[in-house]
T-cell receptor, first 114, second 114 residues
Framework: AQSVTQPDIHITVSEGASLELRCNYSYGATPYLFWYVQSPGQGLQLLLKYFSGDTLVQGIKGFEAEFKRSQSSFNLRKPSVHWSDAAEYFCAVGFYNQGGKLIFGQGTELSVKP | DTAVSQTPKYLVTQMGNDKSIKCEQNLGHDTMYWYKQDSKKFLKIMFSYNNKELIINETVPNRFSPKSPDKAHLNLHINSLELGDSAVYFC?????????????FGEGSWLTVV
């Protein structure tokens, strides 16, 4: 079945430590790929997106993500996490022929300990 | 100024009631969406409109009726509310229908049906 999977429901990292959030998709064609962040009680904010070209994309707030076609993955990384990064992170996919419809993963909640 | 604004932010209502959530965007976008986030934080598209025309209708019960009086507004009316309608409803907008266009989300409307 077509899906977007974020294997980790909850991750805790120490402030200053590196972070990697995983995302895998299961579709026949390579979709457009997105990472969104949702802070408590807030809407979603786009961190970064991948359509084509360079497989390493840079986003806002020091985040980056790498697309790996062979693994159908689009993992989000940050070299040094700040306490303000604590939030829910969503991976999403879109397709050129489905309008603006995004299909979201189930989210990964990030906690940051001092 | 908030780019995508929704009202009300919080709504508690009884089963069987009819309620509306309003959404306005001041970004000049031509496409608007409603997404639903359930209690497990799973996000799913409900509707999209482009220039007041319905584009996406994702097998949503017909108790849900979106209305777009102009391209800056997309309201969601829900009839005969059920317990399962309790969720966070996000309005969003983009310039253009394609998935390559960045989608901007509102802060959400928390609906609780009791």
């Amino acid at each position: 079945a077509q899906s977007v999977t974020q294997p980790d429901i909850h991750i805790t990292v120490s402030e200053g430590a590196s972070l990697e959030l995983r995302c895998n998709y299961s579709y026949g064609a390579t979709p457009y790929l997105f990472w969104y962040v949702q802070s408590p009680g807030q809407g979603l904010q786009l961190l970064l997106k991948y359509f084509s070209g360079d497989t390493l994309v840079q986003g806002i707030k020091g985040f980056e993500a790498e697309f790996k076609r062979s693994q159908s993955s689009f993992n989000l990384r940050k070299p040094s996490v700040h306490w303000s990064d604590a939030a829910e992170y969503f991976c999403a996919v879109g397709f050129y022929n489905q309008g603006g419809k995004l299909i979201f993963g189930q989210g990964t909640e990030l906690s940051v300990k001092p | 100024d908030t780019a995508v604004s929704q009202t009300p932010k919080y709504l508690v209502t009884q089963m069987g009631n009819d309620k509306s959530i309003k959404c306005e965007q001041n970004l000049g976008h031509d496409t608007m969406y409603w997404y639903k986030q359930d209690s497990k934080k799973f996000l799913k598209i409900m509707f999209s409109y482009n220039n007041k025309e319905l584009i996406i209708n994702e097998t949503v019960p017909n108790r849900f009726s979106p209305k777009s009086p102009d391209k800056a507004h997309l309201n969601l009316h829900i009839n005969s509310l059920e317990l399962g309608d309790s969720a966070v409803y996000f309005c969003a907008s983009s310039q253009g229908q394609g998935a390559r266009n960045t989608i901007y989300f509102g802060e959400g409307s928390w609906l609780t049906v009791v």
